[in-house]
Protein backbone atom coordinates (compact mmCIF):
# COMPACT_ATOMS: atom_id res chain seq x y z
CA UNK A 1 0.00 0.00 0.00
CA UNK A 2 2.86 2.62 0.98
CA UNK A 3 4.58 2.02 -2.25
CA UNK A 4 1.23 2.04 -4.45
CA UNK A 5 2.42 5.20 -6.34
CA UNK A 6 6.35 4.13 -7.34
CA UNK A 7 7.55 6.86 -6.29
CA UNK A 8 11.49 6.76 -5.08
CA UNK A 9 9.88 8.20 -1.65
CA UNK A 10 7.04 6.01 -1.41
CA UNK A 11 9.36 3.26 -1.83
CA UNK A 12 11.78 5.17 0.40
CA UNK A 13 9.28 5.32 2.65
CA UNK A 14 8.12 1.22 2.89
CA UNK A 15 11.69 0.25 2.87
CA UNK A 16 11.74 1.81 6.32
CA UNK A 17 8.34 0.69 8.03
CA UNK A 18 9.45 -3.03 6.80
CA UNK A 19 12.72 -2.51 8.26
CA UNK A 20 11.00 -1.21 11.65
CA UNK A 21 8.85 -3.47 11.98
CA UNK A 22 10.91 -6.82 10.97
CA UNK A 23 13.56 -5.55 13.93
CA UNK A 24 10.46 -5.23 16.15
CA UNK A 25 9.21 -8.21 15.56
CA UNK A 26 12.48 -10.20 16.09
CA UNK A 27 13.23 -8.10 19.62
CA UNK A 28 9.84 -9.57 20.53
CA UNK A 29 10.98 -13.09 19.84
CA UNK A 30 14.55 -12.41 21.34
CA UNK A 31 12.81 -11.23 24.62
CA UNK A 32 10.36 -14.21 25.29
CA UNK A 33 13.31 -16.21 23.82
CA UNK A 34 15.59 -14.37 26.87
CA UNK A 35 12.92 -15.63 29.15
CA UNK A 36 12.76 -19.23 28.45
CA UNK A 37 16.34 -19.35 28.58
CA UNK A 38 16.30 -17.99 31.97
CA UNK A 39 12.97 -19.13 33.61
CA UNK A 40 11.99 -22.28 31.68
CA UNK A 41 8.53 -20.49 30.18
CA UNK A 42 7.47 -19.08 26.95
CA UNK A 43 4.43 -17.21 28.28
CA UNK A 44 5.15 -13.62 26.71
CA UNK A 45 2.37 -11.96 29.61
CA UNK A 46 4.30 -13.52 31.99
CA UNK A 47 7.77 -12.45 32.02
CA UNK A 48 9.85 -12.13 34.95
CA UNK A 49 13.45 -11.61 33.98
CA UNK A 50 14.85 -7.88 34.21
CA UNK A 51 16.40 -8.10 31.41
CA UNK A 52 13.52 -9.43 29.02
CA UNK A 53 11.21 -6.63 30.25
CA UNK A 54 13.34 -4.56 29.67
CA UNK A 55 13.92 -6.09 25.53
CA UNK A 56 10.19 -6.69 25.35
CA UNK A 57 9.59 -2.58 26.12
CA UNK A 58 11.59 -1.18 23.46
CA UNK A 59 10.21 -3.67 21.42
CA UNK A 60 6.64 -2.64 21.63
CA UNK A 61 7.80 1.25 21.84
CA UNK A 62 9.80 0.91 18.03
CA UNK A 63 6.40 -1.19 16.81
CA UNK A 64 4.63 1.79 17.93
CA UNK A 65 6.90 4.65 17.60
CA UNK A 66 7.66 5.85 20.91
CA UNK A 67 10.49 8.16 21.78
CA UNK A 68 13.54 7.48 21.24
CA UNK A 69 12.48 5.06 18.43
CA UNK A 70 9.77 7.20 16.46
CA UNK A 71 12.44 8.56 13.78
CA UNK A 72 10.69 6.56 11.01
CA UNK A 73 7.27 7.30 11.73
CA UNK A 74 7.13 11.10 10.15
CA UNK A 75 9.41 9.93 7.11
CA UNK A 76 6.70 6.96 6.73
CA UNK A 77 3.86 8.68 7.10
CA UNK A 78 5.49 11.83 4.84
CA UNK A 79 5.80 9.53 1.81
CA UNK A 80 2.93 7.42 2.34
CA UNK A 81 -0.78 8.82 0.59
CA UNK A 82 -3.51 10.16 3.31
CA UNK A 83 -5.79 7.37 2.44
CA UNK A 84 -2.69 5.08 3.65
CA UNK A 85 -1.68 7.33 6.22
CA UNK A 86 -4.93 7.02 7.95
CA UNK A 87 -4.19 2.89 7.95
CA UNK A 88 -0.56 3.51 9.59
CA UNK A 89 -2.43 5.76 12.49
CA UNK A 90 -4.80 4.29 13.08
CA UNK A 91 -5.57 0.26 12.32
CA UNK A 92 -1.95 -0.70 11.79
CA UNK A 93 -1.36 0.37 15.67
CA UNK A 94 -3.99 -1.75 16.74
CA UNK A 95 -1.75 -4.92 17.08
CA UNK A 96 1.41 -3.64 18.58
CA UNK A 97 -1.61 -2.07 21.32
CA UNK A 98 -2.90 -4.95 21.77
CA UNK A 99 0.33 -6.83 22.50
CA UNK A 100 1.15 -3.58 25.19
CA UNK A 101 -2.19 -4.17 26.77
CA UNK A 102 -1.78 -7.71 27.03
CA UNK A 103 1.86 -7.47 28.45
CA UNK A 104 1.20 -4.66 30.95
CA UNK A 105 2.35 -6.55 33.52
CA UNK A 106 5.96 -7.34 32.61
CA UNK A 107 6.64 -4.35 31.25
CA UNK A 108 9.25 -1.78 32.57
CA UNK A 109 6.99 0.50 34.24
CA UNK A 110 9.94 3.46 34.72
CA UNK A 111 11.42 3.11 30.74
CA UNK A 112 7.86 3.30 29.59
CA UNK A 113 6.63 6.09 31.93
CA UNK A 114 10.05 8.22 31.08
CA UNK A 115 9.61 7.10 27.13
CA UNK A 116 5.59 8.68 27.48
CA UNK A 117 6.73 12.05 28.91
CA UNK A 118 9.48 12.73 25.78
CA UNK A 119 7.32 11.34 23.48
CA UNK A 120 4.75 13.46 24.89
CA UNK A 121 7.25 16.44 24.96
CA UNK A 122 9.03 15.51 21.36
CA UNK A 123 5.65 15.28 19.56
CA UNK A 124 4.28 18.42 20.50
CA UNK A 125 7.80 20.13 20.39
CA UNK A 126 8.55 18.85 16.63
CA UNK A 127 5.63 19.79 15.40
CA UNK A 128 5.66 23.35 15.90
CA UNK A 129 7.63 24.10 13.04
CA UNK A 130 5.91 21.76 10.66
CA UNK A 131 4.40 22.81 7.25
CA UNK A 132 3.52 19.59 5.74
CA UNK A 133 0.06 18.10 7.26
CA UNK A 134 1.16 14.40 7.31
CA UNK A 135 4.14 15.33 9.35
CA UNK A 136 1.94 17.18 11.88
CA UNK A 137 -0.40 14.51 12.12
CA UNK A 138 2.63 11.97 12.60
CA UNK A 139 3.88 13.86 15.71
CA UNK A 140 0.39 14.17 17.05
CA UNK A 141 0.42 10.41 17.01
CA UNK A 142 3.46 10.13 18.94
CA UNK A 143 1.89 12.82 21.35
CA UNK A 144 -1.11 11.05 21.87
CA UNK A 145 1.04 7.27 22.40
CA UNK A 146 2.91 9.05 25.20
CA UNK A 147 -0.42 9.71 27.22
CA UNK A 148 -1.28 6.17 26.23
CA UNK A 149 1.82 4.91 27.44
CA UNK A 150 1.86 6.27 30.67
CA UNK A 151 -1.14 4.84 31.91
CA UNK A 152 -0.87 1.07 30.32
CA UNK A 153 0.54 -0.25 33.75
CA UNK A 154 -2.07 1.33 35.62
CA UNK A 155 -5.41 1.02 33.92
CA UNK A 156 -5.01 -0.76 30.63
CA UNK A 157 -8.20 -0.17 29.62
CA UNK A 158 -7.80 3.54 30.15
CA UNK A 159 -5.14 3.21 26.98
CA UNK A 160 -7.63 1.23 25.09
CA UNK A 161 -10.61 4.23 25.49
CA UNK A 162 -7.82 6.78 24.82
CA UNK A 163 -6.83 4.83 21.32
CA UNK A 164 -10.43 4.27 20.60
CA UNK A 165 -11.51 7.58 20.57
CA UNK A 166 -7.55 8.82 19.01
CA UNK A 167 -8.40 6.38 15.83
CA UNK A 168 -11.59 8.02 15.64
CA UNK A 169 -10.63 11.58 15.79
CA UNK A 170 -7.59 11.48 13.75
CA UNK A 171 -10.18 9.48 10.93
CA UNK A 172 -11.74 12.12 10.74
CA UNK A 173 -8.49 14.30 10.09
CA UNK A 174 -7.45 12.07 7.54
CA UNK A 175 -10.27 11.43 5.51
CA UNK A 176 -11.20 15.61 5.53
CA UNK A 177 -7.45 16.41 4.35
CA UNK A 178 -7.98 13.68 1.99
CA UNK A 179 -11.69 15.18 0.67
CA UNK A 180 -10.05 18.23 0.08
CA UNK A 181 -6.55 17.26 -1.21
CA UNK A 182 -4.52 19.45 1.65
CA UNK A 183 -0.85 18.42 1.80
CA UNK A 184 0.28 21.36 2.88
CA UNK A 185 -0.77 24.17 5.30
CA UNK A 186 -0.29 26.32 2.44
CA UNK A 187 -3.23 24.47 0.54
CA UNK A 188 -5.52 24.45 3.69
CA UNK A 189 -5.50 28.00 4.02
CA UNK A 190 -7.77 28.79 0.78
CA UNK A 191 -10.11 25.23 0.93
CA UNK A 192 -13.29 27.56 3.42
CA UNK A 193 -14.33 29.07 0.33
CA UNK A 194 -14.66 25.33 -1.43
CA UNK A 195 -15.92 23.77 1.64
CA UNK A 196 -17.07 25.59 4.38
CA UNK A 197 -18.82 23.06 6.11
CA UNK A 198 -16.32 20.29 6.03
CA UNK A 199 -13.53 22.71 7.49
CA UNK A 200 -15.87 23.48 10.37
CA UNK A 201 -16.01 19.88 11.06
CA UNK A 202 -11.98 19.56 10.80
CA UNK A 203 -12.16 22.66 13.13
CA UNK A 204 -14.15 20.78 16.25
CA UNK A 205 -12.20 17.87 15.04
CA UNK A 206 -8.98 19.51 15.48
CA UNK A 207 -9.91 21.59 19.19
CA UNK A 208 -10.55 18.12 19.91
CA UNK A 209 -7.38 16.11 19.61
CA UNK A 210 -5.92 19.14 21.26
CA UNK A 211 -7.80 17.93 24.39
CA UNK A 212 -10.02 21.12 24.69
CA UNK A 213 -12.91 20.88 26.49
CA UNK A 214 -15.73 20.37 26.17
CA UNK A 215 -15.27 17.88 23.11
CA UNK A 216 -14.26 14.32 22.90
CA UNK A 217 -10.87 14.60 23.11
CA UNK A 218 -10.22 16.16 26.87
CA UNK A 219 -12.22 13.04 28.32
CA UNK A 220 -9.23 10.12 27.85
CA UNK A 221 -6.66 13.10 29.17
CA UNK A 222 -8.86 14.28 32.04
CA UNK A 223 -9.43 10.14 33.29
CA UNK A 224 -5.53 10.09 32.81
CA UNK A 225 -4.80 12.61 35.28
CA UNK A 226 -7.13 11.56 37.73
CA UNK A 227 -5.73 7.72 37.10
CA UNK A 228 -2.31 9.02 37.67
CA UNK A 229 -2.86 11.14 40.53
CA UNK A 230 -4.47 7.93 42.04
CA UNK A 231 -1.30 6.51 41.98
CA UNK A 232 0.65 8.84 43.79
CA UNK A 233 2.16 10.15 40.30
CA UNK A 234 1.32 13.92 40.47
CA UNK A 235 4.53 15.15 39.23
CA UNK A 236 4.24 12.89 35.87
CA UNK A 237 0.58 14.36 35.67
CA UNK A 238 1.80 17.53 35.66
CA UNK A 239 4.65 17.40 33.64
CA UNK A 240 2.38 15.82 30.54
CA UNK A 241 -0.62 18.03 31.25
CA UNK A 242 1.75 21.11 30.42
CA UNK A 243 3.69 19.33 28.04
CA UNK A 244 0.06 18.70 25.81
CA UNK A 245 0.26 22.74 25.90
CA UNK A 246 2.89 22.27 23.36
CA UNK A 247 0.26 20.01 20.85
CA UNK A 248 -2.49 22.56 21.75
CA UNK A 249 -0.27 25.21 20.01
CA UNK A 250 0.44 23.48 16.79
CA UNK A 251 -3.47 22.54 16.70
CA UNK A 252 -4.78 25.97 16.94
CA UNK A 253 -2.46 26.64 14.35
CA UNK A 254 -3.48 24.01 12.04
CA UNK A 255 -7.26 25.32 13.50
CA UNK A 256 -6.69 29.15 12.25
CA UNK A 257 -5.31 27.67 9.04
CA UNK A 258 -8.79 25.82 8.00
CA UNK A 259 -10.93 28.56 8.97
CA UNK A 260 -10.31 32.13 9.43
CA UNK A 261 -7.48 32.66 6.81
CA UNK A 262 -8.48 33.79 3.58
CA UNK A 263 -6.53 33.88 0.35
CA UNK A 264 -5.34 37.73 -0.21
CA UNK A 265 -7.09 38.65 -3.45
CA UNK A 266 -10.89 39.52 -4.00
CA UNK A 267 -12.52 37.19 -6.44
CA UNK A 268 -15.22 38.57 -9.15
CA UNK A 269 -16.76 34.83 -9.24
CA UNK A 270 -19.83 33.34 -7.73
CA UNK A 271 -18.10 31.66 -4.34
CA UNK A 272 -17.18 28.22 -4.87
CA UNK A 273 -19.35 27.30 -1.22
CA UNK A 274 -22.65 28.04 -2.90
CA UNK A 275 -22.78 25.44 -5.50
CA UNK A 276 -23.55 22.19 -3.93
CA UNK A 277 -21.17 19.37 -3.62
CA UNK A 278 -21.86 16.24 -2.19
CA UNK A 279 -20.14 16.20 1.61
CA UNK A 280 -18.81 13.14 3.07
CA UNK A 281 -21.24 11.11 5.00
CA UNK A 282 -18.29 9.07 6.89
CA UNK A 283 -16.88 12.08 7.55
CA UNK A 284 -19.99 13.61 9.42
CA UNK A 285 -20.64 10.74 11.53
CA UNK A 286 -17.03 10.58 12.50
CA UNK A 287 -17.44 14.05 13.56
CA UNK A 288 -20.75 14.40 15.41
CA UNK A 289 -19.26 11.03 17.47
Known amino acids: L ?29 SSMTNAWHTGQWDITQL ?5 CLILTSAIAMKLGLVPFHFWFPEVLQGSP ?22 SPSLNPTLLTIMAI ?28 GWMAIIVIYNPKLT ?17 LNSIKALKLSTLMTTWTKA ?7 LLTLLSLAGL ?10 LIIQELTKQDMAPAATIISLLSLLGLFFYLRLAYCTTITLPPHTTNHMKLWYTNKPTS ?9
Open 213 to 222: PPLTGFLPKW
Open 196 to 202: PALNTML
Open 48 to 52: THPVS
Open 82 to 103: LTTGLLLSTIMKLPPMALLFMT
Open 118 to 145: LSTALGGWMGLNQTQTRKILAFSSISHL
Open 2 to 30: ISKSHHPRAIEAATKYFLVQAAASALVLF
Open 160 to 176: LLNFYLYALMTSTVFLT
Open 281 to 289: ILVAILTTM
